[in-house]
């Protein structure tokens, strides 16, 4: 079978001798724990795109108990990023996968704003080859990440020229009493200038 690793084999040759699904005696608990469980989720999906190619159902649910198993060993935040690694570039028909994602995604990431704040997309989690998809979706998180601190900043600036406005609304009041006062002397007649200044003073 071209294109799977040697653990892959063995597991596949195994498999097929004993109808069972049995890790490379390389492995250990101590390996595993180590590396998050990482390798042996690669050589699995390994084994699981195997099972699809070749049409061994039997097998290829042997290999997602495995993965799920693995996966419900560490935590949810932890499983996501072992199967970015381990699965850089899924089927994107594998509804199975899909479903086991989205039960880890919602384990981890209350709402949108989380995942975005989250650093899971970010480059120290990132593959050595990545999915057209996955970098833009890289590049649309950036971009909105970014946009919210240009937002973030400008309503700060806004808060401080606020705060530090000389008009404030009890001057703004006074204002506008002393114009009223200025009305009712003049019998009921604003000068052009005094409504020039009222809408001023409301515009600013």
Same mark, same amino acid.
């Given at each position: 079978?071209?294109?799977?690793?040697?653990?892959?084999?063995?597991?596949?040759?195994?498999?097929?001798?004993?109808?069972?699904?049995?890790?490379?005696?390389?492995?250990?608990?101590?390996?595993?724990?180590?590396?998050?469980?990482?390798?042996?989720?690669?050589?699995?999906?390994?084994?699981?795109?195997?099972?699809?190619?070749?049409?061994?159902?039997?097998?290829?649910?042997?290999?997602?108990?495995?993965?799920?198993?693995?996966?419900?060993?560490?935590?949810?935040?932890?499983?996501?990023?072992?199967?970015?690694?381990?699965?850089?570039?899924?089927?994107?028909?594998?509804?199975?996968?899909?479903?086991?994602?989205?039960?880890?995604?919602?384990?981890?990431?209350?709402?949108?704003?989380?995942?975005?704040?989250?650093?899971?997309?970010? &480059?120290?989690?990132?593959?050595?080859?990545?999915?057209? +998809? /996955?970098?833009? =979706? !890289?590049?649309? %998180?950036?971009? $909105?990440?970014?946009?919210?601190?240009?937002?973030?900043?400008?309503?700060?600036? &806004?808060?401080?020229?606020?705060?530090?406005?000389?008009? +404030? /609304?009890?001057? =703004? !009041?006074?204002? %506008?009493?002393? $114009?009223?006062?200025?009305?009712?002397?003049?019998?009921?007649?604003?000068?052009?200038?005094?409504?020039?200044?009222?809408?001023?003073?409301?515009?600013?």
């Amino acid at each position: 079978m071209s294109g799977v690793s040697g653990a892959a084999g063995q597991i596949i040759v195994n498999f097929l001798y004993k109808g069972s699904y049995e890790a490379p005696t390389l492995w250990n608990d101590e390996l595993l724990m180590k590396d998050g469980g990482a390798e042996s989720l690669r050589c699995s999906f390994d084994v699981l795109a195997t099972a699809k190619k070749y049409d061994i159902g039997s097998l290829a649910t042997l290999a997602q108990e495995y993965i799920e198993s693995w996966t419900d060993q560490l935590e949810p935040a932890k499983a996501l990023v072992a199967i970015k690694k381990a699965c850089s570039l899924p089927d994107a028909k594998d509804e199975w996968l899909r479903n086991h994602t989205k039960t880890l995604l919602s384990a981890t990431y209350t709402n949108i704003e989380a995942f975005l704040a989250s650093a899971i997309m970010t &480059a120290e989690h990132a593959e050595s080859a990545i999915s057209i +998809t /996955e970098m833009m =979706l !890289r590049t649309v %998180i950036s971009s $909105i990440m970014e946009r919210q601190i240009e937002k973030q900043k400008e309503r700060e600036a &806004a808060r401080e020229v606020k705060e530090t406005s000389p008009a +404030t /609304e009890q001057e =703004l !009041r006074a204002e %506008i009493e002393v $114009i009223e006062a200025k009305k009712a002397n003049r019998g009921g007649y604003l000068l052009k200038k005094d409504r020039i200044g009222l809408q001023k003073s409301w515009l600013s």
